[in-house]
């Protein structure tokens, strides 16, 4: 026999197990907001793409239709209370990089900057946007990936057994478990 699962009042249980991301979005004056997300889907294709869903009320979405650019920042599985908190104030009202005590560093492809304290950070820049009645759905391409020495194979690429990052499932967050093979599949 199988249950019907309820899906939760934001879709909180439609997330099987993704990883948490602040998105990064500077305004015409260059300050910046951050907003926690689990909603990041990378794109198969031949250029390098994603899509994010952002809700319509959400800071975030106007300074991302205002600029077309913004950076993924990917949570650490330590850093649980700063997606509480970027999840949970609105930078219509708060500077949320000061309440969350984040640093950010200069990003090489778009102006939003990268969060120092997220290994890993994807830039983006907009190339389609879908409306759905609440939330915006934004493909990007992926201008480029930057990882931080506590996550990188010292190569060009990232080091699968350091990767740590915060999984988002069924309303709940947890860490990673160990690695179960070598290779795509
Ligand atoms: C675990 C978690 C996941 C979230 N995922 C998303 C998301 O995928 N898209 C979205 O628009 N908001 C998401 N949010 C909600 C925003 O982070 C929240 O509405 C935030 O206050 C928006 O800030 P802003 O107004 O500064 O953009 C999530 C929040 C949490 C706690």
């Not at 198969?44 to 975030?60: A, E, F, H, S």
């Not at 330590?78 to 640093?103: I, N, Q, W």
């Not at 930057?146 to 057994?161: C, F, K, L, T, Y």
Request: proline share 5%; hydrophobic share 40%.
């Amino acid at each position: 026999m199988r249950t019907l699962v309820d899906t939760g009042s934001y879709g909180e249980y439609l997330h099987y197990g993704m990883p948490l991301t602040l998105v990064t979005v500077s305004d015409s004056a260059g300050r910046v907001n951050v907003s926690t997300n689990g909603s990041i889907t990378p794109l198969p294709g031949q250029m390098p793409r994603l899509v994010v869903g952002i809700l319509k009320d959400n800071y975030t979405n106007e300074l991302i239709a205002a600029s077309h650019e913004f950076v993924i920042n990917v949570l650490t599985d330590e850093m649980r209370g700063v997606a509480r908190l970027c999840g949970s104030h609105s930078g219509h009202d708060a500077d949320k990089l000061a309440l969350a005590g984040l640093t950010t560093l200069p990003a090489r492809f778009v102006k939003p900057p990268l969060i120092a304290e997220s290994p890993l950070n994807i830039e983006c820049r907009v190339l389609h946007v879908q409306h759905l009645e609440d939330l915006d759905l934004w493909t990007a391409r992926i201008m480029g990936i930057q990882v931080a020495e506590e996550w990188s194979d010292g190569r060009s690429g990232v080091d699968i057994e350091r990767f740590r990052p915060l999984l988002y499932a069924f309303g709940q967050t947890m860490a990673r478990g160990p690695m179960i093979g070598q290779g795509a599949i």
